[in-house]
């Protein structure tokens, strides 16, 4: 047979003959001999190749063995094997995990109070009484069970109990340690509050998983839904929704609408946040916009019509009812000290915050407070001695209108040691201590400083910013930069001019026009950075030229965090209320207050050694420099009046301690900001009046007297004493010097040394800013008491 009928003979039977071996090609050598072959050139050719081929291999023999290796028939196998490993694995898993009995009543028995403390150990309070009662579904209307439905999960009248790509993404975050996210279905969520805790684990989510398909399977969709609304906890100590709409809306739940269900169901992602009678401004946003999109999902899904949904308007729930052991201050101490601990937990544990509060409440802790029992009493009493005890809302409309609070801190360990969030908890919800929509107003002007000194900023005409620097004081003054209006002329309190004045003089008096051009030349991008290293909260804030006259929103807290980082030396305070939190089923590792350096220790001595300035010759001084009861403390501080007196503040600091104490206007009825001109009997509600006093009736109680400030530092009153010429109408005409005087310039100081102690000469009726008129020049009079100072005098 020839070639062709061979290769013929192996396509017809579908497989490779073997290849006809050339006749004279000899057999292989008997007994391994060598042997040379001789044969045609075409066999020669082809072993030649072969050679070839082999040495190549022998080349890229690396490359070859991956190629090998990793085969696509090899990786589709190992995928299909590790599928098939994980449906066997997972049926085995369905198949060993059963529904668990029902465990929401035996995690009723077991909820316990909560027990606080004072930092010595003595009961401060005992917190926790379980609100739940069980309602038939039936009885909800069926709007407001949508409004659940809509708030949480849109397809859950058509998924099978789980959300594959949420549940997914939640076994991922966990086993890397990211902490929870949103993607449960309402069953999961409902076998989470019913039959399992909240840990964060992949073998309690994999089970969660499990049970809410067989949930899914065995209950309907409204007995799912109904054990959902009844077991959540919605804030105010109510689980489920019977007991949350008495807690909310003094209704039962068959009583509700569906614009107070879609409240209550929006609610259930963060209740204390979202409590309407405590939320900040943010939270009372934040729960209205989702208040929206519940009642929006459910148009879209067509349970509710447009034109009704149009028509909707927010229904504001009523103010919480009193609840044993949180009268008086003792609220505001426990719900500060519960957020520290929620905060800590989402932080630690990766877990939600509706989650963490349900950890917390009713659960058993026992929690220590910082909070020192002889402090907290002496800051209870100066409040009620120098403000409230003056207050009469029969006498003055105003004076209902008027809510104070203060934040009292160690430097040294950042502990919260005394707080007064107002006059009573039962009387007002919202903590005055902690509450961020009022303006810090001239409190913000060592902010100021302190970013100036940070970047050794200069000033427009490039001399270096420090406490001697000066400055036009001319109220209205026009701001420049590079030798450009940038549209802000901020006037002088009173429209008052000063002229040319140092920046120690400009801080004494609280002048707005240099501390607004200051402002521009550090660059408001860089007071804004340096505002955030002290603790204030400026993420949604602009870097803009108005920002110097503290319009941004703080609380006290957030105050004496700043004040405290000063006093620190520049290491940051992040104030906490938590000493310990114990618990028999888990530990919380607290975080140290005292953070890194944020600033130099030059540059924080030097804003200290600037504010005490502040108190000897400026807006402080007869409240707290002339004092009384001063007894040789040390002080700097920094007192504010914002536009319109909707605020006033004292934040001021010894060595030892630090204390900001707030005003805030406050309608007593509809709760929105208000002016407090008139309150008390005065013109004007100032901070170097009644906060300025409660600071100094509380401060001079509890602090000693010999602690003196360590400053690094060669600017600023405390190390070169500075007095203020008498302020004219007009800029001076003089040659600016170290030391602004009205008269020629000598080597000796114009005015005598500062003292503690005040002197007999007579004050004159010369007005300044926020402080009584005294002439600059002069030393404090001895006739100077407690009573609040003349209005019309704060920047």
Not at 98 to 113: E, T, V, W
Not at 753 to 772: A, K, Q
Request: hydrophobic share 30%.
């Amino acid at each position: 047979m020839g070639r062709a009928e061979d290769r013929r003979a192996r396509q017809q039977s579908g497989r490779r003959a073997a290849p006809r071996r050339p006749s004279g090609t000899p057999s292989a050598p008997v007994g391994g001999e060598s042997a040379t072959v001789v044969g045609p050139p075409a066999a020669q050719g082809g072993r030649a190749a072969a050679r070839r081929a082999a040495k190549s291999a022998g080349k890229g023999g690396g490359k070859g063995r991956i190629r090998r290796l990793f085969t696509w028939k090899k990786i589709l196998g190992t995928f299909l094997g590790a599928c098939l490993l994980g449906i066997g694995a997972f049926i085995a898993l369905y198949l060993a995990v059963d529904i668990p009995k029902d465990n929401a009543a035996a995690q009723a028995a077991q909820r316990q109070s909560n027990v606080y403390k004072y930092s010595d150990g003595s009961t401060l309070a005992r917190d926790g009484e379980v609100n739940r009662e069980i309602v038939d579904l039936a009885k909800v209307p069926k709007k407001v069970q949508r409004a659940f439905v809509a708030a949480e999960n849109k397809s859950f009248y058509k998924d099978n109990g789980i959300d594959l790509k949420g549940t997914a993404r939640g076994l991922l975050n966990t086993v890397m340690g990211k902490g929870a996210q949103g993607g449960s279905t309402i069953t999961q969520q409902y076998v989470k509050n019913y039959y399992l805790s909240q840990e964060q684990t992949v073998s309690r989510k994999l089970k969660e998983m499990v049970i809410s398909l067989k949930v899914d399977r065995q209950l309907t969709k409204d007995e799912i839904l109904a054990g959902y609304i009844n077991t959540s906890y919605y804030g105010r100590g109510a689980y489920g929704i019977q007991a949350a709409a008495q807690a909310y809306y003094r209704v039962d739940a068959e009583k509700l609408t569906p614009e107070q269900g879609a409240y209550l169901a929006a609610l259930l992602q963060a209740p204390s946040q979202y409590d309407w009678s405590a939320a900040s401004e943010t939270g009372k946003k934040l729960v209205t916009a989702r208040w929206n999109y519940v009642l929006d999902n459910m148009v879209e899904e067509g349970w509710l019509d447009r034109s009704e949904r149009q028509g909707m308007t927010f229904d504001k729930p009523k103010e919480p009812k009193p609840t044993a052991g949180r009268e008086g201050q003792k609220g505001y101490l426990i719900e500060l000290a519960n957020q520290q601990l929620i905060n800590q937990l989402v932080k630690q544990e990766g877990i939600t915050r509706s989650q963490a509060e349900a950890e917390v409440v009713d659960q058993g802790w026992t929690i220590t407070l910082n909070i020192d029992k002889k402090k907290q009493a002496e800051l209870e009493k100066a409040a009620k001695a120098q403000l409230t005890s003056k207050l009469d809302a029969k006498k003055r409309k105003v004076d209902g209108n008027v809510q104070a609070g203060a934040v009292s801190v160690d430097p040294k360990t950042g502990k919260v040691v005394a707080l007064y969030g107002g006059v009573d908890y039962f009387k007002h919800y919202t903590s005055n201590a902690t509450r961020t929509d009022y303006q810090p107003a001239s409190t913000f002007k060592p902010v100021i400083l302190a970013a100036a000194l940070e970047e050794s900023a200069e000033t427009q005409d490039g001399n270096p910013i420090t406490a001697n620097t000066i400055y036009d004081g001319t109220s209205k003054r026009p701001v420049v930069e590079g030798g450009s209006k940038v549209g802000f002329a901020p006037e002088n309190e009173d429209d008052q001019d000063y002229g040319d004045i140092t920046v120690q003089t400009a801080m004494n008096k609280s002048v707005n026009s240099v501390f607004a051009q200051m402002g521009v030349d550090v660059g408001m991008k860089n007071v804004m950075d340096v505002a955030g290293k002290l603790g204030m909260d400026t993420t949604n804030e602009q870097a803009v030229p108005a920002q110097t006259l503290g319009t941004m929103g703080a609380s006290p807290l957030q105050m004496a965090g700043v004040y405290a980082t000063l006093d620190n030396h520049g290491k940051k305070v992040t104030p906490s209320i938590l000493k310990s939190a114990e618990h028999n089923s888990r530990a919380v590792e607290l975080p140290n207050p005292i953070g890194e350096q944020v600033i130099s220790p030059e540059v924080a001595d030097s804003v200290t050694s600037v504010l005490t300035g502040v108190v000897d010759d400026g807006t402080a001084r007869r409240a707290v420099a002339n004092n009384p009861k001063r007894d040789g403390q040390k002080v700097a501080g920094k007192t504010g009046t914002s536009d319109d007196n909707k605020s006033a503040w004292f934040t001021g600091y010894t060595p030892d301690l630090v204390t900001s104490v707030g005003l805030f206007g406050e309608d007593a009825k509809t709760h929105a900001q208000t002016k407090m001109y008139g309150a008390g009997g005065e013109d004007r509600v100032n901070g170097g009046g009644f906060p300025a006093q409660v600071w100094a009736a509380y401060m001079f109680g509890v602090t000693d007297p010999d602690a003196r400030f360590d400053l690094d530092t060669d600017q600023g009153a405390a190390v070169q004493p500075t007095w203020t010429p008498t302020p004219t109408e007009e800029p001076t005409t003089e040659e600016p010097t170290d030391e602004p005087t009205t008269e020629e310039p000598t080597d000796e100081p114009t005015t005598q040394e500062p003292t503690d102690e005040p002197t007999t000469e007579e004050p004159t009726d010369t007005p300044t800013t926020d402080e009584p008129t005294d002439d600059p020049t002069d030393e404090p009079t001895d006739d100077i008491t407690l009573d609040p100072v003349r209005p019309n005098n704060e920047e």
